[in-house]
């Protein structure tokens, strides 16, 4: 039987807070820095205006469009698959509408080798069937049934509750010795 | 712990024969029926130009919204619900880019009381974590992992590999007794 692995997309395949940091810069004309919007208290430090804007980034169209790819990410799912590792992508897209064309386009360009079949949208993880869940969120890797693998993200520093992998250089080295 | 029950759409929630019936219609002036839509040999009946026209449904903005609701499907999800089961939908939706706002939007009408976290858009539904399946679709219930019940469908009569519902009252009764 195959091992099965999950793999969430933002801050593990793809990065998102370029664009945050690009939409904050073109709307205010300021530079944020990747601390600062990964920080709790971001929504804070800004003026109500500005937090009326940016809370609506999430929600349009084009956020999720052509984001950088995380560095490693397309060689080690490749080699885990070729390895004989089954793998799905599992995002929690339904919170925002606007992102689901954007996140299918994404992946057709850039993991055109994941078949549609493992491709998978929800919301709360403990739905994915998997033996491994790779994601930044320690909620949803607390939510999956099965084992858990950190992906070091900023506003995940303070998590002792799973293995961390610092990179995909690491995750390779964890299935693949 | 909860039982999950996992949903699909198509067929067991939402009616999209009628939509095919109405655009067939629309494009052709001819009125076909529910069997000959739902058998394998409808492709082979047809001329090449309506071929190619009618297999563009299924990948065409507005195809899946406000489909009809199958009848007793919103009450006995609310039903079961309210008895102490956990809905999922699962919704074999990556394969028809077109379809993922329309399947939302049809939801978040029809089906509010959902949450978003118990959505899901997926291709192979052995990925999908539940206690029970209910589909159409015997392809998807013997990837599923759980315990599968086929809802009758024309597509469907020849299956026997399943315990079969006929209709939403009979789930009613297959859980709540």
Redesign the interface.
């Known amino acids: 039987m195959k091992k099965r692995i ?1 793999i969430d997309m933002d801050e593990v395949m793809a990065e998102p807070v370029s664009r945050f940091e690009e939409w904050y810069y073109r709307d205010f004309g300021e530079r944020i820095s990747y601390p600062r919007v990964a920080s709790k208290l971001f929504p804070d430090t800004i003026s109500e205006e500005r937090r009326k804007i940016v809370q609506q980034y999430l929600h349009t169209k084009g956020f999720f469009a052509d984001l950088p790819i995380i560095e490693g990410s397309q060689e080690v799912v490749k080699e885990l698959m070729d390895n004989g590792f089954e793998i ?1 992508i ?1 995002t929690a ?3 925002f ?1 606007a992102s ?2 954007d996140k ?1 386009d994404w992946l057709a360009q850039h993991f055109p080798f994941i ?10 993880k ?5 033996d491994y869940l790779i994601d930044d969120s320690p909620y949803q890797l607390r939510a999956f ?1 099965g084992t858990g693998l950190l992906f070091d993200a900023h506003h995940n520093q303070r998590e002792n509750g799973f293995m961390r992998v610092h990179n995909w250089q690491e995750v390779r080295a964890y299935f693949l010795g």
């Open positions: 999950a799905f599992a897209a339904m919170q509408r689901f064309e299918y078949p549609w079949q493992n491709i998978v949208f929800c919301g709360n403990s739905i994915i069937h998997a049934s």
